[in-house]
Structure formats: structure tokens, C-alpha cells
């Protein structure tokens, strides 16, 4: 299948608007959850933009026992959090700011309750007592190269107590940057890199990975875990985070955390990355709902949407009645003709037998009419036989391999949209083919000029056998009566009265028997006019309730492809 290249980077707020996009269109089509996790990025991206942009919230993650309490300790200058062995030991997460002034709704936010402000807006730190040193006698505190840092100290992701993993889990989802504090020992734990690692990877751009309490190990031993704990986060897709090797105790690797952490403060792009990071989350999350690769455009159907209509049309051609319509034109111009040429005195004869297309209720006066109840004008149902089992269930099917043909090549969920969008307004089907064929001009309401010389012919034809029957009736009377003959002219050896007689009634046989053959073929002509007005009149309908809906859905399909390659990978043909 082919892919959309896709080259310009776009903006979060492009990212953000394509992944709203690319939830809408997916909205009733793919998994509920995965939707409701886009718009909830989407809402959560809001609020965040709106808040201070000039403060990062920096979370530090991490087991019971990790040391993480204790970094944030010798990182904030305070004794802030308390330190233990016990578990749990920090019940609520709490904040340490540099230069706060501005970050209270950011905190509101993350519903931060304990806060501690170490640097104002003057750029004077705070008092604290007790502050402790990083291992070489001096006071291991970021002071203004840290302004606007949020420096957060989360509960133990492996709390014992529910409500504080659930604490984690709401702040890992909202703060600007992660800092995963890990421990020589825990350091490969499958708690923290299915739960939370390898989820993550999206989010490589604002983690960071701290190997604590490396004074355990000698240097070559901390070297291997440091490396092994590269391995593994290579392998939970998170190449390129950085990987810090520290200790609290002696102060190694803190000037290499705290040069990192401030770097990413100054920057003031975390929490843009953070939010980009989330969009891709939930584009990916609606790529596998979907089954779709970013980009994936679907495969064009064979012969066009002309491939789909043609085999839809006969099949709703069948189920419309249009045989029996197109049969019934060519009886009426039959029966029309033959009333309008045949021999005058026995016309009314013809004009007994109902005419073929008044009984289907087509005819001019019947259309003219309407239906019952309904108003003069009014095109009303007509009275073709309903399509049979057999006609219905080859309507059926011929609904069932358009929408096959095409959602073919598509993923189920969206292939599964496809043949709904097929049937969704199955229900209209019957009355709009019926509404459909009463309303198409079966181009009956015009005699053609013929009848009415070939009538005139039949007049002239009857007026002769009249004058001859006359002229034969007067010359019996003269006879009767015994009266003088009268002078008979003749034509040939026959008396004019007999020739106008015998010669009128042949004239007229001859003009109904040409009449005829001239009606079958003009019956003929004007069913074939009938049958291509019909079929298109019906073609209408099939791609207005089925192809139409078909290609709407797969346009959706096409749109949703575009906005979630967009939102996924920041980038744009």
C-alpha cells in the first residue's frame, strides 16, 4: 500500500489539532477507550498551555528505598522530605520551586498542596535549616540557574498503599519532565519498566534516568550496572534518555544531574515536549485500535466507484421493478397505437382493456393524480409487484460485495465501518426505488405524429366503406321500389359502389396491419429509452444510499490516516 510522504514539521498546536481531528473521525468507529485517551490529551494539553510556561514541573519517581527522597532533599537544599527504610515514607508528593511567583495555578493544577518556595522573584533563597551537603562540605542547591524549577518528590510507585500508586500514576501523566530514580538493586525490576519505562517511550524526550546509591559498588561494578540499565532502556525504546549514575551520600554525579536538570529548565520546552509526547502517545494508541499504519491511504477499488454502481444497479434494477416497467411501455404504446389507428367503429373495443402502464399506475393521469391521500400533484407510490425473496436477497448481496469491494484491503475495524455505512439507509432503499421509477419520464405522454395520420387515414378509409354502403343501400331501394336505374359507373368490371365498399374495408385492415407493425417498433424503441431512463434513475438511488455513505466513510478513513500520522510524528506533506 502506498504511503503518504510526509516531510514539514508542524507545530504542538497543529499535532494537537490533528489529534482532535483524528479522534472525531474515529469517534464510533474504534475502541471507546483509546478515543476517550485522545480527547483527554487534548483537554489536558489545554489547560496546560494555559498555565505558567515559564515553570517546568520536575517529578522525581521511584520505588520504596530508591534514595529518591533523598536526592530531593540534597537537590532542593532542604530536609523537606522524610527519609527512610520503612515503607511508605512519602504519603503525598510535594513541591520545591525556584522562583514560584506565577506557578500557584500550575500547582493548583496538579493539585499540589505541600509547597516550599527556595528562591523569590529578588533571587534571595529562603531560610532553611539543616540543609544538606552534597559530600564535599558545600550546600548542593540549585539557586537562580534553577529559576523556574518544580521540583516534585512523588510517593513510592510500589507503595503498599493503593492510593499512592494512583497518586504516581495521576502526576507521571501530567508533569512536565520525569526523573526515574532507580537503585542498584530494582534497577532491571519489571514493576517499573512494564508499568511505566516502556510505556513511556514516546515521552524519551523528557525522562531522565538516575542510578542511585552507586557508593555500593565499587567503580567497575557501578560501570556494569550503568551500562546493563543502558541496555535495558535501549530495549524498552528509550534510546537516547540520559543515564546518571549518582550518590546522595558522597555527592558523586550530582553536579552532572543538577547541569542537566537546570539545562532543561532554562530551556522552557519541557513541557511543549511533554505534550507532544502525549499526542503521539494517543496517536499511537488509535494506529492500533484502528489496525492502520500512519499514512496508510486504502486501496482504490477496481473500475472506480463506475466498478461498484454497475452490479449494484442491476441487482436494485431487478428489485425496482424495471423489467416489468420496461415491459409495460412497450404494451402501452402497443395498446395506445392500436387505439388511436385501428378501424373506428371497434376503437372503444381497445379502449376496455386497461392500458398495461395505468394498471402499474405510471401512466400520466395516474401520476397527475397522486396517491390516496395525498395531495393533487403528488407523486404517489405506484402498484409494481414487490420485489420477491429471490430479487431481495440478490439486492442483498449485490450490498454486501460493494461494500466488500470496497473495504477491501482496509483494517476491520474500518472495513467493519464500511459495510455499515453500506446498509445504513437500507430502510429508504425500497421506497425511494419505487419513488424512483414513478418519477422517471418514461416518454409516453407524447403521441407521435404518425397516429394521428394513420387515424386520419382510418377515417378516410371508414368514410369510403360508408359512401360505398350507402350508394349499394340506395341502389337496392331503387331497385326494390322499382324505380328508373340509375347510371352505375365502374371501375374495371367491379360497380364503384362495390369498390368503394370492399376497397375502404381492405384500406383500413391494411393501415391497422402497418400500424401494428409500426407500433411493435416503436414499443420497442421507446422501451429501450424507458429502460435506459430507469436504470439511471435507479443508479441514482444506489449511489446516493449506498455508494455515497461507502465513499464518505472511506473518506473518513483517508482523513483519519492523514490526522494521525500528523499527530503522531509531528510532521507533514
Not at 249 to 265: H, M
Not at 277 to 286: S, T, V
Not at 524 to 543: E, N, T
Request: aromatic share 4%; charged share 25%.
Amino acid at each position: 500500500m502506498k504511503l503518504l510522504r510526509r516531510e514539514k514539521a508542524v507545530s504542538l498546536d497543529d499535532r494537537l489539532t490533528a489529534l482532535a481531528r483524528a479522534a472525531d473521525l474515529a469517534d464510533g468507529r474504534l475502541d471507546a477507550e483509546a478515543v476517550s485517551a485522545a480527547r483527554s490529551v487534548i483537554s489536558r494539553a489545554g489547560v496546560r498551555a494555559s498555565l505558567s510556561v515559564d515553570h517546568t514541573a520536575v517529578a522525581l519517581a521511584g520505588a520504596t528505598g530508591s534514595g529518591k527522597s533523598s536526592l530531593f532533599n540534597l537537590l532542593s537544599g532542604t530536609s523537606l522530605a522524610t527519609v527512610g527504610v520503612t515503607r511508605p515514607t512519602t504519603s503525598t508528593a510535594q513541591a520545591a520551586l525556584w522562583e514560584g511567583a506565577g506557578a500557584g495555578p500550575l500547582l493548583d493544577w496538579l493539585e499540589i498542596p505541600r509547597r516550599h518556595e527556595l528562591l523569590d522573584a529578588s533571587g534571595a533563597s529562603s531560610p532553611s535549616a539543616d540543609r544538606p551537603s552534597d559530600g564535599s562540605g558545600q550546600v548542593a542547591r540549585m539557586d537562580e540557574a534553577a529559576a523556574g524549577l518544580i521540583l516534585l518528590d512523588l510517593p513510592d510507585h510500589d507503595s503498599i498503599e493503593p492510593s499512592h500508586r494512583l497518586e504516581v500514576d495521576r502526576l507521571v501523566e501530567l508533569v512536565d519532565l520525569l526523573v526515574w530514580v532507580l537503585d542498584p538493586q530494582k534497577y532491571a525490576d519489571a514493576a517499573v519498566h512494564d508499568r511505566y519505562l516502556r510505556p513511556l517511550a514516546r515521552h524519551r524526550g523528557v525522562m531522565v534516568v538516575v542510578l542511585n546509591q552507586i557508593d555500593r559498588l565499587s567503580p567497575a561494578a557501578a560501570e556494569r550496572c550503568l551500562k546493563d540499565l543502558r541496555r535495558l532502556l535501549d530495549e524498552d525504546g528509550l534510546t537516547g534518555v540520559p543515564v546518571v549514575g549518582v550518590s546522595t551520600r558522597t555527592g558523586a554525579g550530582i553536579p552532572e544531574l543538577r547541569s542537566l536538570l537546570t539545562s532543561r529548565v532554562a530551556d522552557r520546552r519541557s513541557w511543549s515536549a511533554r505534550l507532544a509526547a502525549d499526542a503521539g502517545m494517543a496517536a499511537d494508541a488509535l494506529v492500533r485500535a484502528s489496525g492502520v499504519s500512519p499514512g496508510e491511504t486504502p486501496p482504490g477499488v477496481a473500475g472506480g466507484p463506475d466498478g461498484l454502481a454497475r452490479p449494484l444497479r442491476d441487482a436494485l434494477s431487478q428489485a425496482a421493478g424495471v423489467p416489468a416497467v420496461v415491459e409495460a411501455v412497450a404494451k402501452s404504446h402497443r395498446h395506445r397505437s392500436v387505439a388511436a389507428t385501428g378501424w373506428p367503429p371497434t376503437r372503444w373495443v381497445r379502449r376496455l382493456r386497461p392500458d398495461p402502464l395505468r394498471r402499474l399506475r405510471l401512466d400520466t393521469a395516474s401520476r397527475s393524480a397522486g396517491g390516496a391521500g395525498e395531495p393533487q400533484g403528488v407523486v404517489g407510490r405506484t402498484s409494481i409487484p414487490v420485489a420477491t425473496v429471490v430479487q431481495r436477497s440478490r439486492m442483498d448481496t449485490a450490498i454486501r460485495e460493494a461494500a466488500g469491494a470496497a473495504s477491501a484491503g482496509l483494517p476491520a475495524p474500518w472495513a467493519a465501518a464500511v459495510r455499515q455505512a453500506a446498509r445504513s439507509r437500507g430502510d429508504e432503499l425500497e421506497d425511494s426505488l419505487d419513488r424512483a421509477v414513478a418519477t422517471t419520464s418514461l416518454g409516453v405522454s407524447k403521441r407521435p405524429l404518425w397516429w394521428r395520420l394513420a387515424g386520419l387515414a382510418q377515417w378516410l378509409a371508414l368514410a369510403t366503406v360508408v359512401a360505398g354502403g350507402i350508394w349499394l343501400l340506395a341502389l337496392v331501394a331503387i331497385d326494390y321500389l322499382r324505380l328508373p336505374q340509375l347510371y352505375l359507373p365502374t371501375a374495371g368490371e367491379l360497380p364503384w359502389p362495390t369498390t368503394l365498399l370492399v376497397g375502404g374495408v381492405l384500406l383500413g385492415l391494411l393501415i391497422a396491419l402497418l400500424s401494428r407493425v409500426a407500433a411493435w417498433f416503436g414499443g420497442r424503441r421507446r422501451a429501450r429509452k424507458a429502460a435506459k431512463a430507469l436504470r439511471s434513475s435507479v443508479d441514482r438511488v444506489g449511489r446516493e444510499l449506498v455508494l455515497e455513505p461507502v465513499e464518505e466513510e472511506l473518506t473518513r478513513y483517508r482523513h483519519f490516516t492523514e490526522a494521525v500520522t500528523v499527530a503522531g510524528d509531528g510532521a507533514r506533506g
